[in-house]
């Protein structure tokens, strides 16, 4: 930590990674950057009044100064780059999706576990109001039992040859024919991130649209929509879209449990609802602003979540505790969907999604 007990953060990916708070949380600050691009470690630099950057994240951990590091590189690198930090004794934070191979989830978990750091999965859906929301539901025991949920994410074009996420200066990049369950957290968050419960079998099907992108690509992956069917360790239901090739927007879900519901809001004009049998349908305040420090009250990308992620990394670290997203909770959000994806070039056959709970562990 600084004289003044601020943890310092470097910041890595100069993308989506520029799009966080972590230079106006009062215990944190960002003393160094990088991004393999020059403009990007600039946009870095500016966006959190950093003087230090570096062309590598290899180099940036070179950097004695540092606490922690933030990874926001393309979802393949993730598990690499975060065993890197990890294995410096540097507290790290993760863009979603923590891994996409079953082994860099047992990777991670190792890691983390042999060197005591703090590990979090920045994950927007488990900070969404609604969210939030349903956790309070869920936790006050509003819902009665919680029998099945539907969550979801679309993001239209993702992986396709005309998608332009999909190229930089005219190379394809990890997106180009990404499979749609290897990118499963925002639709899997709703249900782990909301009761801690964890999906252990699954079966899912794709639709082939047969765009370039999803014909030739590095992943062998023909499917540009994924429906996964879950069954949990609690005996209850979860149907996990993600989908690239629908005209639909965004990420939601709705629980139903056995005596009230809540559906989440949605891009087709589905409004916001809760419905329990003991009456009450009144929604109840979704503005959770007040959890946050003064200066970072304010909405934000993807549902208003960037602040809640910035403020809950800095406080896990500072309070030397584990963060909400912990490593258990980031793989219990990302293998299930690697295991769909798995299912789905299976022609749907139901597999066991292998759990990486300490318990389990032999
Ligand atoms: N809602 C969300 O949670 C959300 C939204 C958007 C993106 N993301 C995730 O955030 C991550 C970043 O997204 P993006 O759109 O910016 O991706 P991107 O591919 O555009 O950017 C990744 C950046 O990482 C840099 N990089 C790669 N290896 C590096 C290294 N060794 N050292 C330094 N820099 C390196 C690259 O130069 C690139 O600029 C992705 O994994 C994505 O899945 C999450």
Same mark, same amino acid.
């Given at each position: 930590?600084?004289?003044?007990?601020?943890?310092?953060?470097?910041?890595?990916?100069?993308?989506?990674?520029?799009?966080?708070?972590?230079?106006?949380?009062?215990?944190?600050?960002?003393?160094?950057?990088?991004?393999?691009?020059?403009?990007?470690?600039?946009?870095?630099?500016?966006?959190?009044?950093?003087?230090?950057?570096?062309?590598?994240?290899?180099?940036?951990?070179?950097?004695?100064?540092?606490?922690?590091?933030?990874?926001?590189?393309?979802?393949?690198?993730?598990?690499?780059?975060?065993?890197?930090?990890?294995?410096?004794?540097?507290?790290?934070?993760?863009?979603?999706?923590?891994?996409?191979?079953?082994?860099?989830?047992?990777?991670?978990?190792?890691?983390?576990?042999?060197?005591?750091?703090?590990?979090?999965?920045?994950?927007?859906?488990?900070?969404?109001?609604?969210?939030?929301?349903?956790?309070?539901?869920?936790?006050?025991?509003?819902?009665?039992?919680?029998?099945?949920?539907?969550?979801?994410?679309?993001?239209?074009?993702?992986?396709?040859?005309?998608?332009?996420?999909?190229?930089? !200066?005219?190379?394809?990049?990890?997106?180009?024919?990404?499979?749609?369950?290897?990118?499963?957290?925002?639709?899997?968050?709703?249900?782990?991130?909301?009761?801690?419960?964890?999906?252990?079998?699954?079966?899912?099907?794709?639709?082939?649209?047969? !765009?370039?992108?999803?014909?030739?690509?590095?992943?062998?992956?023909?499917?540009?929509?994924?429906?996964?069917?879950?069954?949990? !360790?609690?005996?209850?239901?979860?149907?996990?879209?993600?989908?690239?090739?629908?005209?639909?927007?965004?990420?939601?879900?709705?629980?139903?449990?056995?005596?009230?519901?809540?559906?989440?809001?949605?891009?087709?004009?589905?409004?916001?609802?809760?419905?329990?049998?003991?009456?009450?349908?009144?929604?109840?305040?979704?503005?959770?602003?007040?959890?946050?420090? !003064?200066?970072?009250?304010?909405?934000?990308?993807?549902?208003?979540?960037?602040?809640?992620?910035?403020?809950?990394?800095?406080?896990?670290?500072?309070?030397?505790?584990?963060?909400?997203?912990?490593?258990?909770?980031?793989?219990?959000?990302?293998?299930?969907?690697?295991?769909?994806?798995?299912?789905?070039?299976?022609?749907?056959?139901?597999?066991?999604?292998?759990?990486?709970?300490?318990?389990?562990?032999?």
């Amino acid at each position: 930590m600084s004289g003044e007990g601020k943890i310092r953060i470097g910041v890595v990916g100069g993308g989506f990674g520029a799009s966080f708070h972590f230079h106006e949380h009062p215990l944190a600050e960002v003393v160094a950057v990088s991004d393999l691009l020059p403009d990007r470690r600039a946009h870095l630099q500016q966006r959190y009044q950093c003087d230090t950057a570096y062309e590598s994240l290899e180099e940036l951990l070179q950097d004695d100064r540092l606490d922690a590091v933030a990874i926001f590189s393309g979802a393949p690198d993730h598990a690499r780059h975060c065993v890197a930090v990890m294995d410096r004794g540097l507290h790290c934070l993760s863009a979603v999706p923590a891994a996409v191979s079953l082994e860099e989830c047992a990777l991670l978990v190792e890691t983390k576990e042999r060197t005591g750091v703090r590990y979090m999965m920045a994950e927007t859906s488990y900070y969404r109001a609604d969210a939030i929301t349903a956790r309070r539901l869920y936790q006050d025991g509003a819902f009665g039992e919680l029998m099945y949920s539907e969550v979801e994410y679309y993001h239209p074009a993702i992986g396709a040859a005309g998608d332009p996420l999909s190229f930089a !200066d005219g190379e394809r990049t990890w997106r180009y024919g990404l499979p749609p369950q290897l990118y499963p957290t925002h639709s899997t968050g709703f249900l782990v991130g909301v009761t801690g419960e964890r999906l252990v079998s699954v079966a899912c099907v794709g639709t082939a649209g047969g !765009d370039q992108g999803f014909v030739d690509n590095l992943y062998g992956n023909p499917f540009d929509n994924e429906c996964a069917l879950f069954t949990t !360790d609690r005996g209850h239901i979860c149907r996990s879209n993600v989908m690239w090739n629908v005209w639909n927007h965004g990420e939601r879900a709705q629980w139903m449990g056995t005596r009230c519901s809540l559906f989440a809001g949605s891009w087709s004009g589905q409004p916001y609802v809760i419905r329990s049998m003991d009456g009450g349908d009144a929604p109840p305040p979704r503005d959770y602003a007040h959890l946050l420090p !003064d200066a970072m009250r304010y909405d934000s990308g993807h549902g208003g979540s960037h602040p809640f992620l910035t403020h809950e990394f800095v406080s896990a670290v500072v309070e030397d505790r584990e963060p909400s997203v912990n490593v258990y909770e980031a793989v219990a959000m990302t293998a299930p969907g690697i295991v769909a994806h798995e299912s789905a070039q299976r022609g749907g056959e139901r597999l066991s999604v292998p759990s990486f709970d300490p318990q389990c562990k032999e």
